[in-house]
Structures are given as structure tokens and as C-alpha cells.
């Protein structure tokens, strides 16, 4: 699926794109062979939340500061150009204002510039990382990354959990408003998708969305589109929504007492939730326990293969990860393969062409990178790349059989050998 307000890369944003397919883009894959084996280079870093690929060679790291927040000082963030192989810092940004602290988001858009949305301020970079531009976003909240719609503008929301989230429509050149805010039917958590000109948000209760309306210049509530995922049940929040070309997919049970690992640090006693709504009918739509174990929770989305129809979500509270096969015209959801004790957690990569899924496997107190047959769940690699933490951020691939693991104390380049 192409992103026009992207630029034309193998990895332009977070999940490959705003869609959240997290599928890896022109790729051969790692095609794993017999005998070959997983390996890293690693470097120490100060809460790294993702990579991008520019242009061949060029690749970049976001990161940012945290322990002024917990004096009640404001946060910054900091993008690098790296070394692809050596990790090495080749080009730093000075410090960026932000704000409030929350993983932010950064891409690669269609006019060449990089963007970062950090705390509440959104900044326009060259591609030595020197600031252009920037932008003071108008809640005092830490604003959850953005989405770039096909026609190059940008959009971004404050994350908010007790009061309606509120979205911003940038334009890319000016880093000015092009409309009024809107402000969303209720408070939302979890990052935006978008497909086309598209704005996708899943608030605490229930997702809806928001079409470009070009002739009035302003973003347009879809009222015959919205399902309340909550209903009376005691769940809480969803996460990240995939959008496929029928779908929209995400997790509940949301909220969690996460610091260090995922494991045991579900918040609600119910078991988190994989939820299915057409994109066509809102009231198409599925629910199903992931495993079925109550403290379940999650933090980020299920990973779709449009071509295979296959969903893998997990339950990172109760270390289960979880795949099915999806039958788009019975709307019928078989168990595939099922893996317990497995310390699933965060984003996910896709190689479309190979099947290879790459997720992180926290175990023994450490992190652990492993690629999977997606079809068969079948181990065909295995790193222990040494994070302290259970990674819930970003990777995204190398320009060859590699890929870059984001965790909150490293960052590692692992690679087939």
C-alpha cells in the first residue's frame, strides 16, 4: 500500500506507514537460511523510541529525556543520522523542545523533510538534523506522534486519557494550522492511523473517524461510522489501530502499571481483547479474547498479512502470543498456531515477501529478538540483544538482511550471519 505523503522509502515512519501494517517495504526479507544465525552490534542509549531509512544509507534514530520528568521539568527529545552499520552518531540535532514526557513519533515526509512530534511541540529538521522550523502545539500534553495524509498534511492529537482529545491539522511548508481544532467525542490514548486523506482514532471507548474535506478546508466526523468497543464490559483503553484495506484491527485492556516489563502488569482482571470493524460497516465487527486469561494487557497493535490472512496479537501481561488465520468472506477467525510464556510486547516487522515475523521475546530478565514463520510459528532466529527493559517502542529494517531493535536502554542493529 503507497503513502504518498511519505517519502519514497523503505521505512518512511513508525510501523512503515499510517496504515500501522508494519510490513516492510521492497524488501527480500532475511530469507533465513539453514546454518545461518542472528547477530547484533548494540549501543547504549537514553529511551530510543524508533528508526527511519531516508535515502540508501541514510538512517535515524529518535530519542529522548525522561528523568526531568519525574523532577516536573520539562522533557526533549534529540534525532540522530547513524552510522547503519556501527550505529555511530553521524549527524545530532541540538535538544528539542517538548514538554511533557511520552514517546514521540517522527517521518520522512514527501517534500524530503523530517518531522518530529515530541511532548507538544512539532519540529521540521534538514536531513543533517538541523532545526528549520518548529511549531508549539496548543495542549499542555504530550501529544502521541502524527499521521501525514496523502496530501502532505499533517496531523497530530494530544494523548489524553479524562478529557476529549483534540486533533491539529499542520501544513507541512509553514508549520501553521490549516483549520480550526477539532475536538474528538471523547479522550483517547492511542496513536493515529490514516488511509488516504483518512484520520483513524481509537478513543477509550470507541473508535471513529475523521474524512479530509478539501472544499471547506476542515476535518469531517463520519457520523454513520463509529462502534463502541467497551460497552459494559469492564475493559479498558485499546492501543494502535492496523488498517487494512477492509479492516480496522486493534487490542483493549490498554492500560497497565508497565516500568520495566510488560509481564504481570496488566491493570484490569479481565482478558484483553483482539477486535476486528469493517471499514465498510461499523457494525461488522468481531471481538475475541487473545488467551483468554484475565489480567490481560497490551500496549501496542496486532500485526495484519493482508496477503496471507493472518493475524498474530498476543497478551504481553500473560506472555501469549497468538495467531489466526482470518477468512475475509466467512468473516471467520481459525486458531493457527499459539505460542505461552513467550514475552511479546512490542511493535512488530513484517517481511511480506518471506513470511518472516520479527518480535521481541522477553525472558530470564533481558530482551530477546526472534524471527518467526509467520504461517507456522516456526523459530528460525534468535538474538539476545541485552536490553534491561521489555521493548514496547519501534523497529523497523536495515537496507539488507538486517534490522534496527528499539528498546528503552539500546538500540541494536541485529543481522543475519
Known amino acids: 500500500m503507497s503513502h504518498p505523503g511519505y517519502l519514497a522509502t523503505p521505512w518512511p515512519g513508525e510501523d512503515g506507514g499510517p496504515n500501522r501494517l508494519q510490513a516492510v517495504h521492497r524488501s527480500a526479507g532475511l530469507a533465513m537460511r539453514e546454518g545461518e544465525k542472528l547477530s547484533f552490534a548494540r549501543r547504549r542509549t537514553l529511551l530510543s523510541t524508533m528508526t527511519l531509512l531516508g535515502a540508501p544509507g541514510e538512517v535515524y534514530l529518535l530519542t529522548h529525556s525522561a528523568i526531568r520528568a519525574r523532577l516536573g521539568f520539562a522533557t526533549t527529545s534529540c534525532v540522530e543520522r ?15 523542545a517538548g514538554g511533557p514526557m511520552w514517546p514521540g513519533g ?3 515526509h514527501c517534500n524530503g523533510g523530517l518531522y518530529v512530534v515530541y511532548g507538544r511541540y512539532l519540529h521540521r529538521l534538514d536531513r543533517d538534523c538541523q532545526p528549520l522550523a518548529m511549531l508549539k502545539l496548543p495542549v499542555n500534553e504530550a501529544y502521541n506522534s502524527f499521521v501525514i495524509l496523502d496530501n502532505g498534511l499533517i496531523v497530530t492529537k494530544n494523548l489524553s486519557e479524562t478529557t476529549p482529545a483534540r486533533l491539529s491539522v499542520i501544513d507541512a511548508e509553514t508549520l501553521r494550522p490549516v483549520c480550526a481544532d477539532t475536538d474528538c467525542p471523547e479522550p483517547s490514548i492511542a496513536r493515529l492511523s490514516a488511509i488516504g486523506n483518512t484520520v483513524y482514532v481509537l478513543g477509550v471507548r470507541s473508535i471513529f473517524r475523521y474524512h479530509w474535506d478539501a472544499e471547506t478546508g476542515g476535518l469531517l466526523f463520519d457520523t454513520g461510522w463509529r462502534f463502541d468497543y467497551i460497552g459494559s464490559t469492564a475493559q479498558s483503553y485499546g492501543w494502535d ?18 516500568v520495566i516489563k510488560m509481564i504481570g502488569n496488566g491493570v484490569s482482571a479481565t482478558p484483553n481483547r483482539l477486535i476486528r470493524v469493517s471499514l465498510g460497516d461499523a457494525s461488522d465487527h468481531q471481538i475475541l479474547p487473545v488467551c483468554g486469561l484475565a489480567g490481560g494487557s497490551i500496549t501496542n497493535p ?17 506472555s501469549h502470543l497468538q495467531a489466526w488465520r482470518f477468512d475475509a468472506e466467512a468473516k471467520a477467525m481459525t486458531p493457527l498456531w499459539h505460542k505461552s510464556g513467550f514475552g511479546c510486547a512490542s511493535h512488530m516487522l513484517l517481511y511480506p515477501e518471506t513470511g518472516e515475523l520479527v518480535v521481541n521475546d522477553y525472558r530470564r530478565g533481558g530482551e530477546e529478538v526472534v524471527v518467526l514463520k509467520i504461517e507456522s510459528g516456526a523459530e528460525t532466529g534468535r538474538v539476545r540483544v541485552g536490553g534491561f527493559n521489555q521493548g514496547v517502542v519501534f523497529p523497523s529494517p536495515g ?9 528503552m536502554d539500546c538500540l541494536a542493529r541485529v543481522f543475519v550471519e
Request: charged share 20%; glycine share 4%; aromatic share 12%.
Open 82 to 96: 547513524i552510522d547503519p552499520l556501527t550505529l555511530k552518531t553521524i549527524h545530532r540535532s541540538p535538544r528539542l
Open 399 to 407: 537496507w539488507g538482511r538486517d534490522f534496527y531493535w528499539s528498546s
Open 241 to 258: 489501530v492496523v488498517l487494512d484495506a477492509r479492516n480496522a484491527w486493534f487490542m483493549d485492556n490498554g492500560k497497565h502499571s508497565y
Open 106 to 108: 517522527m517521518a520522512l
Open 302 to 318: 496486532p500485526l495484519i498479512d493482508v496477503a496471507r490472512q493472518i493475524v498474530v496479537g498476543y497478551d504481553s501481561a500473560n
